[in-house]
């Protein structure tokens, strides 16, 4: 009972501590004034915090294999994402949002990869994938309920009372997971070197490096190209047409999240039954890749047949990698691994959107898409042939 009581304690809190990340995706673009910054600022804001994740996920993955308690650097982490809200609800002005944006990057790096390492641990071996997947769907379920409350809220009492607000359900998860995580006994730092963190990463084997990849190019397709680039799909599939598109657009993200949510679980307890995680992973990086070559293929029908199948393969995929780390990793290293893929899904996220923009006045739309296609096949081919070995 124990351990189900602290995945719910982890997935709680870190569902709850999205709620001002994902409500600034929403609103920021609408509330300029209200934050104090320029239209075209806002690709910043929002990017900023993804990209010192790449410095921060490897550090604090191998300090939580280190540290002595995991679990009060996951708490400590909850806090200080309550405080980067408290900070957008507060501050007016560009440098204060990115200091507050770059705050909730450290924060996140600490949720994420601790959080991750932290069920890996607790997990029991038979059942591993079936815990990974119902953490990776408390993560969309965040994402999803901080998107939508963030609008509404935003809507209904102001853009700062909203994340106000936002900041008091996030400090409701941090206190959740306070009650609900034991503290972890001081073992680590004798069971763990004293390398850096830059040092361990050379450890990584190849075959662990597949799963990494798969993971990257997944964030860096889903979160990255086709998030940023939605809007156009639409308006392509729309004929032109500007009505309705942002709310197709939105409409459709959000189902995204919400397929998503479905996939990783059931992906997770899938391969726990199966015992085949590789062929589940290269055939979910097949199927996806089919899904997102559709998106380049004009047809409204298509579009939604595209975003079904893309979406619930993105949400598995995510869960895959996920607990392949953990089938690959000693108990003591679940951090430092934790980073590893985490850096590569947020390496992937940062660039989608940069490259997407980049290619579209040389190659259109459509080849972009077929590219990233290409991209998740070489990544199922090498995931199958690892699987093999």
């Known amino acids: 009972m124990k351990p189900l009581i602290a995945l719910w304690a982890i997935g709680l809190g870190?569902?709850?501590?999205?709620?001002?990340?994902?409500?600034?995706?929403a609103v920021l673009p609408t509330h300029t004034s209200d934050a104090g910054i320029a239209l075209a600022s806002v690709g910043l804001i929002l990017s900023v915090n993804r990209f010192i994740r790449l410095a921060t996920n490897g550090v604090i993955g191998s300090l939580y294999d280190r540290w002595h308690d995991r679990h009060a650097i996951f708490i400590a982490s909850?806090?200080?994402?309550?405080?980067?809200t408290a900070l957008y609800a507060l501050t007016f002005g560009l440098a204060p949002m990115l200091a507050a944006r770059l705050l909730w990057g450290l924060a996140w790096s600490g949720i994420w990869v601790g959080g991750n390492a932290i069920v890996l641990e607790a997990a029991p071996?038979?059942?591993?994938?079936?815990w990974v997947g119902a953490y990776q769907m408390w993560f969309f379920f965040g994402s999803a309920l901080g998107t939508f409350t963030g609008g509404v809220l935003t809507d209904a009492f102001g853009y700062r009372n909203a994340l106000w607000i936002g900041a008091s359900v996030s400090a409701l998860g941090a206190l959740a997971a306070a009650f609900g995580l034991p503290h972890t006994q001081a073992q680590r730092l004798a069971r763990s070197s004293h390398a850096s963190w830059?040092?361990?990463?050379?450890?990584?084997?190849?075959t662990m490096w597949s799963a990494i990849c798969a993971h990257g190019v997944n964030r860096l397709v889903g979160a990255g190209v086709l998030s940023a680039t939605m809007g156009l799909?639409?308006?392509?599939?729309?004929?032109?047409?500007?009505?309705?598109?942002?709310?197709?657009t939105g409409?459709?993200?959000?189902?995204?999240?919400?397929i998503s949510l479905i996939g990783a679980p059931i992906a997770g307890a899938l391969s726990d039954r199966a015992k085949n995680r590789w062929g589940i992973l290269a055939f979910s990086l097949t199927v996806s890749a089919v899904g997102i070559a559709l998106l380049g293929i004009p047809g409204l029908v298509l579009l939604f047949i595209a975003m079904i199948v893309s979406s619930a393969t993105s949400g598995a995929i995510q869960s895959l990698a996920?607990?392949?780390i953990g089938d690959l990793s000693d108990r003591a290293h679940y951090g430092k691994n934790m980073g590893a893929?985490?850096?590569?899904?947020?390496?992937?996220?940062?660039?989608?959107?940069l490259a997407a923009y980049a290619l579209l006045p040389i190659t259109g739309l459509s080849p972009i898409f077929f590219a990233c296609a290409a991209l998740m096949l070489a990544s199922a081919v090498w995931a199958g042939w690892m699987g093999k070995r």
């Open 125 to 130: 071996e038979a059942e591993r994938g079936r």
């Open 78 to 84: 909850l806090w200080i994402g309550v405080a980067s």
């Open 198 to 206: 830059w040092r361990d990463w050379l450890t990584i084997p190849p």
């Open 251 to 258: 409409g459709l993200l959000a189902s995204r999240t919400f």
């Open 341 to 353: 893929l985490h850096t590569a899904g947020d390496l992937g996220s940062a660039i989608g959107p």
């Open 233 to 248: 799909v639409v308006q392509q599939n729309l004929g032109g047409a500007t009505v309705g598109i942002a709310t197709l």
């Open 322 to 324: 996920t607990t392949i």
């Open 14 to 25: 870190t569902a709850l501590s999205l709620m001002g990340d994902a409500a600034l995706y």
